[in-house]
């Protein structure tokens, strides 16, 4: 089998890891790409729908955050398996064994997704700079063209530096969450029934319902089964079946506690809203605008508007690095076309900038909110093109060798791709036609 090498993994340093007795302390290198991968699991776009969630129904829908988190482990971890069992990323197994016009239409599809995801994170980085310096949102927006120079320079320090980076800004987000979160000291039983009991209301309140499908299509990005069936083949190690499996262990361990994190950031935002706005009588609360001015007054703590913004800042920071690293991913996968990743950045930036400059000059912050729910929707339509070819490609032994996931892993990652399928078909669905 002929595959090519990662789609940046000339630029980067190949980690060092040893397969045999090593242990946690000798693979300690495998840790990262998870960390790069959760970005995307709590990205501005996720802010929305857990602040709407948290302020009109308290706690009710941490079940939906835990169980759109459990099946985000499941599938990064088929992704990483993918990559290491084959050497192929996800877009490269596309182009192996599709036919040309197919790849295609998942190329389009799959750009079509970042570029949405690249909205979310324009939008958020606005409002964030907004928040934080007084900068109008328009400003905000073409600010956020700066950050190709910014993804530059930390692409010429290597790779491992930019992970250092992104999980420095993970740090900032998490420390800034945790600070509100002893703030609101909300009621922990409360919390550990929500999460782990559904609610039947969850399904027969149709507002509700729409939420808690918004939240699963905003959390299960497609991008990032791209980026991580990539990212983990940067790391060394033995190209034989025993070091693969190792290699495999240590991926999916990785991911799983990232994401773990990133379980904690989602249901933080829920928290401290249903805290601040629905245990205040402030239920219709689902702008992060309104959430900035109200937060502190709201919680008794001066800095929790702040660390808010803060978060938020370093969540639309965060999100940039990843999403052009996995557009650089899908593009030489596909088409084996490789441009400068500053290129690219701008390239992408700039189809995003636009329609929020559009969209503030003619229908301010409330326009701004919409566009957020709408990068969401475009969001949900490319799903299904990442997850179907996904675990098909991870079930079929003629592929995947020894690697083949078992026909009961197979029957749950079947069961999780047609649940996000049918929720996130309803979820545009109610979006198109307005019954949400």
Known sequence: MTTSSPAFAKSTQRSRCRTRGSGFAGCSPS??????????????????TDLAGGAQFGYTLLFIIMLSNLMAILLQALAARLGIATGRDLAQACRAYYPRPVNFMLWVACELAIIACDLAEVI???????????????????????????????????FRFLEAF?????????????????????????ILHSMFVPSSEIVTNP????????????TVMPH????????????????????????????????????????FVNASILIVSAVAFHGTGHHDVAEIGQAFELLSPLLGLG???????????????????????????VMEGFLRLRIPQWARRLLTRGIAIIPVVVVTALYGEKGTGQLLVFSQVILSMQLPFAVVPLVQFVSDKRKMGNFAISRAVAVLAWVVAALILVLNFKLLYDTVVGLG
């Open 303 to 329: 800095i929790a508007s702040i660390l808010f913004a803060v978060a938020l800042l370093a969540s639309g920071l965060n999100s940039t690095v990843t999403a052009t690293l996995a557009g650089q991913i």
């Open 224 to 263: 990032n089964l791209y980026l991580h069936s990539s990212i983990v083949q940067t790391r060394a190690y033995e190209r034989t079946d025993r070091g693969k499996r190792d290699a495999i262990k240590w991926a999916t361990t990785d991911s799983t506690i990232a994401l773990i994190l990133a379980l």
């Open 166 to 190: 992104i999980i420095a800004l993970l740090i900032i987000i998490f420390g800034c969450f945790a600070i509100q979160i002893f703030a609101a000291a909300p009621p922990v039983g409360s």
């Open 124 to 158: 958020g980085t606005a409002i964030a700079l907004q928040l934080l310096f007084g900068i109008p949102l328009i400003g905000g927006a073409i600010i956020t063209a700066l950050d190709a120079f910014l993804l530059l320079l930390l692409m010429n320090k290597g």
């Open 31 to 48: 840790w990262g790409p998870g960390y790069m991968v959760s970005v995307g699991y709590m990205d501005p776009g996720n802010w929305a």
């Open 207 to 218: 507002a509700m319902l729409y939420i808690a499908i918004g939240i699963i299509g905003a």
